[in-house]
């Protein structure tokens, strides 16, 4: 026999490859209950009473500890309570949901947003992670970039939704995460998060293609005006992506 063989048929090579695979396969199903820690059992819309879970089965809760304080058990089999406002387009299961109301608002499709905790996004030391810059004025905005600032903002539609007042900044990166615009229509103070603003140049403007001026006046706020908590985030947010979609009908059909 050859070096390394046991028998005429199986030798360590064998062996080692046999017990990777089993360790691989191991491996998959790990991580596959561990993902299903959040968004399951699935709710049934054939019947509230059957627990979609799949295979593998979900793993038992674990309690995690958060960096700042205080835990969190997963799975924690808590539902989402929040009512949903849409109807769906058919009788059978998996039908498209329509939406009733302002689907930009109403967390609807693209417009969708998780429950997050209600509290700000922290720093390792524990401040404020995304500040305005009149909070923290060691930020700025540096000289070879286009500064946003006291320049309008111009909807989809091409008009003036109203004004840039302030950048907001994440302390740890650090990058600009909002815009601060004081809206033309009624006043109010809202965010655009900077992954939907276009710079057009210097003294031009500002461009948010998703939604259209008149809507900034209904985007969501937050409870305080120095601080946005992780669910005022997806809130915000939402409303741009969804404006993607529902701003105005003709972006519902289709492209071709």
């Known amino acids: 026999m050859h070096t390394g063989a046991i028998t005429q048929y199986v030798d360590v090579a ?17 991580i596959r209950r561990e993902d299903k820690r959040e968004g399951y059992p699935l709710e049934s819309e054939r019947s509230p009473y059957v627990k979609v879970q799949g295979w593998p089965a979900m793993p038992e809760p674990k309690t995690f500890l958060n960096p700042h304080g205080g ?22 299961p998996g039908a498209p949901l329509e939406p009733t109301g302002n689907p930009m608002r109403d967390g609807v499709g693209p417009a969708s947003y ?3 905790a209600d509290v700000p996004d922290l720093t390792l030391d524990g401040a404020v992670k995304i500040v305005p810059l009149r909070v923290d004025p060691a930020f700025g905005i540096a000289s070879f970039d286009l500064n946003p600032l006291g320049q309008e903002v111009v909807g989809g539609d ?4 109203g004004k ?30 900077w992954g939907f603003v ?21 985007v969501p706020g937050t409870a305080d005006p120095d601080r946005v908590t992780l ?10 992506g969804g404006g993607t979609l529902y701003a105005e009908p003709k972006r519902l059909g289709p492209w071709l």
């Open 198 to 218: 276009k710079m057009d140049g210097p003294g031009r403007c500002v461009r948010v293609r998703s939604i259209f001026a008149g809507q900034f006046a209904d």
């Open 14 to 30: 064998q062996l080692v490859l046999y017990a990777f695979w089993i360790f691989f396969a191991g491996l998959i199903i790990y």
């Open 158 to 161: 091409g008009y003036v939704a």
């Open 231 to 240: 669910r005022e985030e997806d809130r915000i947010s939402a409303y741009y």
């Open 164 to 193: 840039v007042c302030d950048v907001w900044v994440d302390r740890t990166e650090p990058q600009v995460r909002y815009l601060e615009v004081a809206v033309k229509s009624n006043g109010r103070r809202v965010l655009v998060p």
């Open 114 to 116: 998780a429950a997050r």
């Open 71 to 92: 835990s969190v058990q997963k799975p924690d089999y808590r539902k989402d309570e929040r009512p949903v406002k849409a109807e769906p387009t058919g009788g059978w």
